[in-house]
């Protein structure tokens, strides 16, 4: 009976007390597993801005984390939730307003690239914890496939071959027209910012993983590749945050409140259901109706005993009070007999000279 009630007692208990924590508002850089319901903060990982070229810990990095490219050519440099904390500056084809909130970037040819703005919201993409980064500077066409028609001009039919040479020189000078015409729509594209034009922007995934080797660092990133027209990029960090836990700041009970609420739990299970057994079944009234009473009662009446000994025992080591209706009896009562003693002897004494 006891058991069955527990078991359906306590799952009530834990999912209210899930149900309030889902509901109060989450802080930055931190999720709740939709399937195991652990929590995760990537806040742990995060490298915070130096306060006068200091960091505010001495644990803390001075540095953000780097990912090396290998045989893409580059390094990489990211932050997790948090904007890089180097002072990076002409940001290709990002508004000067937005530099300081790069998380993600690499430099090639002495030209800084973003990979991707600040974000501070994690999400689960199946069992997968992801981090996503967007925003970043708009995607080389260089490093894309050429315009159709300069492929078609180039597989076509060599009608060029009957025209003179003044009609090849017009068709030169209308190509360099329009690839001027196309540097120029580029760099406006840049210079707004993507606002007016719909340019494609460079973005970071990076998928976190969980590393429970103690002796590893807090983190570590690894390149993983780039999309073929290189406006998406793949990484991997291991890290003990994504390893989720408990939300500590939500625990309203620690383990000792845990244990104390199952114990209240437990008692008055067993104080209800021996009463109603004792009443209904056995037909005991009064402080009989108390389950296992005879035992109760022995243990009360050990512990009352036990008090009285202890407080006898005590009382002797009590201060008496001093004052004129006290008498030294015991040296009074000792003269006494040493008297009647003598008496005893003297008329002995006479009794036999007698």
């Known amino acids: 009976m006891h058991p069955t009630f527990l078991s359906v007692l306590l799952p009530v208990l834990l999912s209210s007390r899930s149900v309030f924590a889902d509901s109060e508002p989450s802080k930055p850089c931190t999720i709740f597993s939709p399937y195991t319901g652990a929590y995760y903060d990537l806040n742990a990982i995060a490298v ?131 690839d001027d015409d196309h540097r120029k729509d580029d760099d406006k594209k840049h210079n707004n910012g993507g606002k007016k034009y719909n340019v494609r922007r460079k973005s970071t995934i990076i998928s976190l993983l969980c590393e429970r080797d103690s002796l590893a660092p807090n983190a570590h990133l690894s390149f993983l590749g780039a999309s073929e027209d290189e406006c998406t990029y793949f990484f991997e960090a291991k890290a003990k945050a994504a390893c989720g836990g408990v939300n500590e700041t939500q625990q309203t009970l620690g383990p000792g409140g845990v244990f104390g609420v199952i114990a209240l739990i437990a008692a008055a299970v067993y104080l209800i259901g021996g009463i109603a057994y004792q009443r209904t079944v056995m037909h005991q009234r ?40 006290q008498l030294p009896t015991h040296s009074r009562s000792r003269s006494s007999r040493a008297e009647d003693e003598n008496r005893l002897i003297d008329q002995l004494d006479e009794e036999w000279d007698d």
Do not use: M
């Open 48 to 178: 915070q801005p130096l306060v006068d070229h200091k960091p505010a810990h001495k644990e803390d990095r001075t540095e953000s984390w780097h990912a090396k490219g290998y045989d893409y050519g580059t390094n990489f440099t990211l932050n997790f939730c948090r904007p890089v904390i180097e002072d990076i500056s002409d940001v290709v084809g990002v508004d000067e307003s937005l530099w300081k909130n790069v998380s993600a970037y690499y430099k090639y040819d002495e030209k800084i690239y973003s990979i991707g703005q600040q974000s501070s919201e994690p999400v689960f993409r199946g069992r997968k914890l992801v981090l996503n980064y967007t925003g970043g500077s708009p995607c080389d066409r260089q490093l894309t496939k050429l315009p159709r028609k300069l492929i078609d001009d180039d597989d076509g039919d060599h009608k060029s071959e009957d025209n003179d040479d003044d009609h090849k020189k017009d068709d030169d000078h209308k190509k360099d027209d329009d």
């Open 286 to 325: 009064g402080w009989r109706q108390l389950p296992n009473y005879s035992t109760w009662a022995g243990i009360g009446n050990f512990l009352w005993e036990f008090f009285i000994i202890l407080t006898s025992s005590c009382a002797r080591f009590l201060p008496r009070r001093q004052g004129y209706n």
